[in-house]
């Protein structure tokens, strides 16, 4: 059960490349790896405590007004969440800036909050919203990376950003003045992401090929024994 | 007689339902009172360290000795400041003595949209300093106006409209001497102009705006009149917003 919902979060049902939902937040916020990181970790923070709450609830609001007590629980939750981080990560608040409150507009959040908090138990439920925003992050971070090296030239600039102002683990890869300015403009993002979603969906045929395989071979094996 | 049944227990559940929205409603907005009780200060705080970082990255925070917030005054000039906002002035001093001016102008012409601007003025009318504040410039090629991402900014620490002389301060493609960027002349132009206008607006107001009294608004006729004569020298060929503001 909990590799299955691991699975489903990280891989199977990525809420990036697969449901492709929160497009809009993926999309624009992805110039930097510390920007994606950032976006990840709040999403991340309101996926495990809506789930949480809707859980919690789910047996005693009726299914008619579900869904109007799923926003309230989530709005409440990521404007929290984002008074929290302008009071604590101010600079990368900065950053994000309207992105945060566009975390309500996830449909991630209140897809799970439906498909998956509403009839589960409030344990498997927050470790679903954690491995749901884990895998939003990842696919944030690994198109954080490919722009902003391809932009930039660097990885992990702006650290300081989140980490206190003498953490600088900037990464100059590239030579400066370097940079491919369509990675950074939204093309970029629009592409980017499209070459991650072909690359997922080539391991999984790669993945399944093998497993047709697999038993072919054995039961070749066992003919020609 | 089903019909009947069957509304007596609606009409309850619709009341029902009602009353879980409202309880939701009211636990979701006292969630949200409450983490705003306990960030608010904080938040405060930070927004005011960062506008001093901001400040002092304009004017080092050992030319002055006064607080800077609170010596403020709000002016109006919507051809050499490019708002018809009130433009805060931020005064420093020192023992009591005028030392130099932050102004926050802005460049309405850049690339795509308004460029804000911090620009840091010493009581000769020499630059202390430049930062942009606030922008939507294309990444890659607009944004090497912020200090991040290039040192471009830095070019016009100590600069003043007499060095490099009026008519240079444009960017080298309209004959003046500050560099353009590859691919991109729209933005550095705006914030040359916007500088450039931000010491005429000081050089005909400086005594003015550290006369008043703090918040109030400098009155622009009085101080604009002793300086007329300097206004007409000016040339004609850097843009339109310019020629309008002869005609104040």
């Known amino acids: 059960m909990i590799k299955e919902i691991a699975l489903q979060g990280l891989w199977k049902n990525n809420p990036g490349l697969v449901q492709l939902l929160g497009l809009c937040p993926l999309l624009a916020v992805t110039t930097s790896v510390i920007n994606g990181l950032g976006l990840g970790l709040a999403t991340t923070l309101v996926l495990a405590g809506s789930n949480l709450c809707v859980s919690s609830i789910r047996n005693w609001v009726r299914p008619e007004i579900r869904i109007p007590v799923f926003v309230m629980i989530i709005a409440s939750l990521v404007t929290t969440v984002e008074l929290a981080m302008n009071a604590w990560f101010h600079d990368l608040y900065r950053v994000l800036g309207i992105f945060i409150p566009l975390i309500v507009t996830n449909c991630a959040i209140i897809g799970r909050a439906e498909a998956f908090a509403s009839r589960n138990s409030p344990l498997p439920a927050v470790f679903d919203g954690l491995m749901m925003g884990a895998g939003f992050t990842l696919v944030l971070l690994v198109l954080g990376g490919?722009?902003?090296?391809?932009?930039?030239?660097?990885?992990?600039?702006?650290?300081?950003?989140?980490?206190?102002?003498?953490?600088?683990?900037?990464?100059?890869?590239?030579?400066d003045d370097s940079g491919f300015l369509l990675a950074l403009l939204p093309p970029g993002a629009f592409i980017g992401l499209g070459l991650l979603v072909a690359a997922k969906n080539v391991i999984d045929r790669r993945l399944e090929l093998r497993r047709q395989a697999l038993p072919a071979i054995g039961a070749a094996a066992s003919q020609a024994g | 007689m089903g019909n009947s049944d069957a509304r007596r227990p609606t009409l309850k559940s619709m009341a029902?339902?009602?009353?879980?929205?409202?309880?939701?409603?009211?636990?979701?907005?006292?969630?949200?009172?409450?983490?705003?009780?306990?960030?608010?200060?904080r938040i405060d705080r930070?927004?005011?360290e960062f506008l001093l970082r901001s400040l002092n990255d304009v004017l080092p925070g050992e030319r002055y000795d006064n607080a800077l917030?609170?010596?403020?005054?709000q002016v109006v000039d919507a051809d050499l400041l490019g708002t018809n906002q009130p433009v805060t002035v931020y005064r420093a001093r020192n023992n009591g003595r005028p030392?130099?001016?932050?102004?926050?102008?802005?460049?309405?012409?850049?690339?795509?949209?308004?460029?804000?601007?911090?620009?840091?003025?010493?009581?000769?009318?020499?630059?202390?300093?430049?930062?942009?504040?606030?922008?939507?410039?294309t990444p890659g090629l607009g944004d090497a106006i912020e200090v991040q991402r290039s040192d471009w900014i830095l070019g016009f620490d100590q600069l003043s409209l007499k060095q490099p002389p009026l008519e240079s301060w444009a960017v080298r493609r309209d004959g003046g001497q500050f560099d353009q960027f590859t691919g991109a002349t729209v933005t550095p132009r705006a914030v040359v102009k916007a500088v450039r206008n931000s010491l005429l607006y000081f050089e005909r107001?400086?005594?003015?705006?550290f006369a008043d009294e703090a918040s109030g608004a400098a009155s622009d006729s009085e101080a604009a009149s002793p300086l007329k004569n300097q206004q007409e020298d000016r040339p004609h060929s850097q843009s339109e917003t310019h020629s309008e503001s002869e005609n104040d």
Request: hydrophobic residues 50%; charged residues 20%; proline residues 2%.
């Open chain 2, 69 to 73: 917030f609170e010596d403020t005054i």
């Open chain 2, 99 to 137: 030392e130099a001016v932050i102004l926050a102008p802005v460049a309405p012409d850049g690339y795509s949209g308004a460029i804000r601007l911090l620009v840091g003025i010493n009581y000769d009318g020499t630059l202390t300093g430049v930062r942009v504040v606030a922008h939507r410039e």
């Open chain 2, 16 to 41: 029902v339902a009602a009353g879980v929205l409202a309880l939701f409603a009211v636990v979701g907005v006292g969630l949200v009172a409450l983490t705003e009780d306990s960030t608010h200060e």
């Open chain 2, 205 to 209: 107001h400086r005594d003015a705006l």
């Open chain 2, 46 to 48: 930070n927004e005011r």
């Open chain 1, 146 to 175: 490919i722009r902003e090296l391809l932009g930039h030239g660097t990885l992990l600039a702006g650290a300081n950003m989140m980490f206190g102002a003498d953490t600088d683990i900037t990464l100059h890869v590239l030579a």
